[in-house]
C-alpha cells in the first residue's frame, strides 16, 4: 500500500475531500495542482505513482493533461473523475490513458477502489 498519489482538481475543496480520503486508508499524498498544465510538470518533478485527476479544469483540461502525462510516462497511472459522468466523457477518458472513472461526488469507498484497482 502506501502509493505515492498526486491529486488534480480545480476545486481546492475538493481537492482536500480526496486526500482525506486517500491519507486515512494509507495513501501518500505527494502533491496537488490546481489545473492541468500544473498537473503535467508536478507529474515530472514527482514522478508519483498514481495520478487523480478532474476532467473540467481551466487553461489545460484533464483530457489533455492525461495525454501529456502519457507522453512523458506511456506507463502512467491516472483514474479520472468529473461531476459529468456522461459516457462520452468516460469513454474519451479511458481512451485518453485513464485506468478508471470515479464520478462526483464521490463515496470513500469507490475512490479507494479505483485507486487500488490502477494500482494493480
Known amino acids: 500500500m502506501g502509493a505515492n498519489i498526486l491529486i ?3 476545486a481546492a475543496f475538493m481537492r482536500m475531500m480526496v ?3 486517500l491519507t486515512k486508508n ?6 496537488e495542482a490546481e489545473n492541468g498544465a500544473i ?4 507529474f515530472v518533478e514527482l514522478a508519483p505513482d498514481l495520478v487523480i485527476m ?3 479544469m481551466p487553461e489545460m483540461d484533464g483530457l489533455q493533461a492525461v495525454r501529456e502525462i502519457r507522453k512523458r510516462d506511456p506507463q502512467a497511472r491516472v483514474v479520472m473523475c468529473s461531476a459529468m459522468g456522461q459516457q462520452a466523457m468516460v469513454i474519451d477518458a479511458i481512451q485518453s490513458g485513464a485506468k478508471d472513472f470515479i464520478v462526483k461526488p464521490f463515496q470513500a469507498d469507490r475512490v ?8 494493480k
Not at 26 to 31: E, I, L, M, Q
Not at 112 to 119: D, G, H, R, S, T
Open 39 to 42: 498537473a503535467v510538470d508536478k
Open 8 to 10: 488534480v482538481d480545480d
Open 26 to 31: 494509507g495513501f501518500t499524498v505527494v502533491g
Open 112 to 119: 479507494v477502489e479505483a485507486v487500488q484497482k490502477a494500482l
Open 54 to 56: 478532474d476532467i473540467t
Open 19 to 21: 486526500k482525506d480520503i
